[in-house]
């Protein structure tokens, strides 16, 4: 009997213990890798944009240290 009744209890509770737990379903499940394959693509060109600011970066701050040498 008490079994019939936590059967009863999760399935009216389920979609709140879902979001309540941040537990996946099926659904969730179902475009994994489509998802997981534009993170890695979008990681790719954060660390292009990376590299290529921190050369920028390094160009300028060498700029500037010659600047600052022409003033002394």
Known sequence: ??????GG???R???HLI???NLATRNDLGDLYSRLH?????????A???ATASAK????EKRLEHL???RR
């Open 57 to 60: 970066l390094t160009e300028l």
């Open 9 to 11: 209890y999760l399935d």
């Open 13 to 15: 509770r389920m979609k």
């Open 38 to 46: 534009a993170i890695e693509d979008e990681a790719r060109t954060c």
């Open 1 to 6: 009997m008490r079994f019939d009744y936590m």
């Open 48 to 50: 292009g944009f990376e």
């Open 68 to 70: 600052k040498g022409m």
């Open 19 to 21: 979001e309540e737990w």
